[in-house]
T-cell receptor, first 115, second 110 residues
Framework: DAEITQSPRHKITETGRQVTLACHQT?????MFWYRQDLGHGLRLIHY???????NKGEVSDGYSVSRSNTEDLPLTLESAASSQTSVYFC??????????????FGPGTRLTVL | GEDVEQSLFLSVREGDSSVINCTYT??????LYWYKQEPGAGLQLLTY?????DMKQDQRLTVLLNKKDKHLSLRIADTQTGDSAIYFC??????????FGTGTRLLVSP
């Protein structure tokens, strides 16, 4: 069955370290998204991509970067982790084409703690 | 920017109806969505409504949209303990840039 996976599921790191969170989908979806979930804020969009070599900044992109070298993967990198980046991170994908009825499929999430 | 607001918590008894409310600011949103998040999991799309509709029913779920007041609600009939979860409303249009609310935690007690 097609799916979307995230790794690691849990990560503890130290302030200032570089961290990369992986996201992999097997639906061959064009669109991929990264969100962070924080209490009182819901989900906020970090970065998104509409296809290979395409990346765009979301609402809370400072301190994060992404790259899209193939259809299946959109890794999220924290260049220099800060305590404010402690959060649960969700990756999502959708078929694309601009149809608002396309469902976004979410991964299980990565809980990141920055000490 | 776009803002989507929800109450944080709702508690109901099993068998009762639950109504989860949401307000949004972007009147240009083409679709409005309800997602469900179970503990330790990602979000799953429950239902959506097109912005020119007033109501949509899908089994136990009823979505009501008041476009004038920018108010969206999700009614769950005969609420079960398995409905306990966090429910997010989201607004969006083309190309799937969704703006999510803060989420409402629904607790269903036996």
């Amino acid at each position: 069955d097609a799916e979307i996976t995230q790794s690691p599921r849990h990560k503890i790191t130290e302030t200032g370290r570089q961290v990369t969170l992986a996201c992999h989908q097997t639906w061959n979806h064009n669109n991929m998204f990264w969100y962070r979930q924080d209490l009182g804020h819901g989900l906020r969009l970090i970065h998104y991509s509409y296809g290979v070599q395409d990346t765009n900044k979301g609402e809370v992109s400072d301190g994060y970067s992404v790259s899209r070298s193939n259809t299946e993967d959109l890794p999220l990198t924290l260049e220099s982790a800060a305590s404010s980046q402690t959060s649960v991170y969700f990756c999502a994908s959708s078929d694309g084409g601009g149809d608002p009825t396309d469902t976004q499929y979410f991964g299980p999430g990565t809980r990141l703690t920055v000490l | 920017g776009e803002d989507v607001e929800q109450s944080l918590f709702l508690s109901v008894r099993e068998g009762d109806s639950s109504v989860i409310n949401c307000t949004y600011t972007d009147s240009s949103s083409t679709y409005l969505y309800w997602y469900k998040q179970e503990p330790g999991a990602g979000l799953q799309l429950l239902t959506y409504i097109f912005s020119n509709m007033d109501m949509k029913q899908d089994q136990r779920l009823t979505v009501l949209l008041n476009k004038k007041d920018k108010h969206l609600s999700l009614r769950i009939a005969d609420t079960q303990t398995g409905d306990s979860a966090i429910y997010f409303c989201a607004s969006g249009g083309g190309f799937q840039k969704l703006v999510f609310g803060t989420g409402t935690r629904l607790l269903v007690s036996p």
